[in-house]
Nanobody, 123 residues
Framework: QVQLAESGGGSVEAGGSLILSCAAS????????MGWFRQVPGKEREGVAV???????TYGDSVKGRFTISEDSSKNILYLQMNNLKPEDTGVYYC?????????????????WGQGRQVTVSS
């Protein structure tokens, strides 16, 4: 059974940085895509960043230049480094993965989801 376990996040003041981690287990092969979504209060869940198995990284317009997705494939851990955080980045962040590759837009459809991790940015 595939499991995605997020850690990190928390609370920070505007302009600060946080990092999220996602440890994958239960899948013996490499995922085709892994990435991050977020649920901002009052809005629908949106894609934040995704990395395809070919190394292509795609970011949502609101986080470009501030967030960086990376992966430690040896440990099956996905990261999201979030810099220059803004109050509008507040929300629950979800790790996600898909078996098939070809994820070049942040609106990709995952097969698996983590449980979510709260990120709160105060002004």
């Amino acid at each position: 059974q595939v499991q995605l376990a997020e850690s990190g996040g928390g609370s920070v003041e505007a302009g600060g940085s946080l990092i999220l981690s996602c440890a994958a287990s239960g899948y013996t092969r490499s995922f085709g895509c892994m990435g991050w979504f977020r649920q901002v209060p009052g809005k629908e869940r949106e894609g934040v960043a995704v990395e395809d198995s070919d190394g292509t990284e795609t970011y949502g317009d609101s986080v470009k230049g501030r967030f960086t997705i990376s992966e430690d494939s040896s440990k099956n851990i996905l990261y999201l480094q979030m810099n220059n955080l803004k109050p509008e980045d507040t929300g629950v962040y979800y790790c996600a993965a898909r078996q098939s590759f070809g994820c070049y837009v942040v609106s990709w459809i995952p097969d698996y989801w983590g449980q979510g991790r709260q990120v709160t940015v105060s002004s």
